[in-house]
């Protein structure tokens, strides 16, 4: 008898640790230690590989109101031909007037190097989540040097920590995220095959990604 009450106490703290775990309460405790991390750290000097190219005021004053013809990108694209990778945050799904496509999707296949994004869509359909995904289109497709999603998972408290680096859409296939889709591009010939490892690090192309097993890792980047 006395052997079984002495498993009270350890059965106890294991179901109030599992019970905490299934409320989220260490998930704040690691969110307040990961924040506090990036408060303590300060800033990082991001270096000068990467340079983000934003529209503002200034821009639609001098080129109009938004949707830009995509010619505009186009000439955008040709003053960026020394650049190893052009990443476009735009999601080219819908056809334009057909001399504006070809101008971009040329401007695309000249300089070689241009990466677009894609983007998982969510809809409700009789009580079933219906998902679908919006990629550019063919002409477009057929030109780029690599497509990525856009979509970001966010915590509980609505703040994005993770990054989610493949989404898993069949046995041994993976679609990788925008950021992932860039680094492939850079790394070059090879770097295109994603395994997941039995450890269930992804293996891209020679890098070894650590990641959870939803194909997410903690992003070392506090933000702008």
């Known amino acids: 008898m006395l052997k079984w009450k002495s498993?009270?106490?350890?059965?106890?703290?294991?179901?109030?640790?599992?019970?905490?775990?299934?409320?989220?309460?260490w998930e704040r405790v690691e969110n307040t230690v990961y924040d506090g991390w990036f408060r303590?750290?300060?800033?990082?000097?991001?270096?000068?590989?990467?340079?983000?190219?934003?529209?503002?005021?200034?821009?639609?004053?001098?080129?109009?109101?938004?949707?830009?013809?995509?010619?505009?990108?186009?000439?955008?694209?040709?003053?960026?031909?020394?650049?190893q990778v052009v990443a476009f945050d735009l999601i080219l799904d819908l056809p334009s007037e057909p001399s504006e496509d070809q101008a971009l999707a040329e401007a695309v296949a000249r300089h070689g190097g241009v990466v677009l994004d894609c983007g998982f869509t969510f809809d409700e359909d009789d009580?079933?989540?219906?998902?679908?995904?919006r990629m550019p289109l063919d002409h477009f497709l057929e030109s780029c040097a690599g497509v990525g999603f856009i979509n970001t998972p966010t915590d509980r408290d609505n703040v994005v920590r993770h990054s989610l680096v493949a989404y898993p859409a069949g046995e041994d296939f993976f679609i990788p995220s925008f950021s992932l889709a860039i680094a492939q591009t850079v790394l070059g010939p090879g770097a295109d095959r994603i395994t997941r490892l039995s450890d269930g690090k992804l293996l891209v192309g020679d890098t070894l990604i650590p990641v959870d097993q939803r194909c997410q890792a903690l992003s070392n980047f506090w933000g702008p």
């Open 7 to 25: 498993l009270f106490l350890p059965a106890g703290i294991l179901l109030l640790f599992l019970l905490s775990t299934s409320l989220g309460l």
């Open 40 to 83: 303590i750290s300060g800033e990082k000097d991001p270096g000068n590989q990467i340079v983000l190219i934003g529209i503002g005021e200034e821009s639609i004053r001098e080129l109009g109101q938004l949707p830009w013809p995509r010619s505009v990108f186009a000439e955008g694209l040709e003053l960026l031909g020394e650049a």
């Open 127 to 133: 009580g079933q989540i219906m998902q679908e995904i």
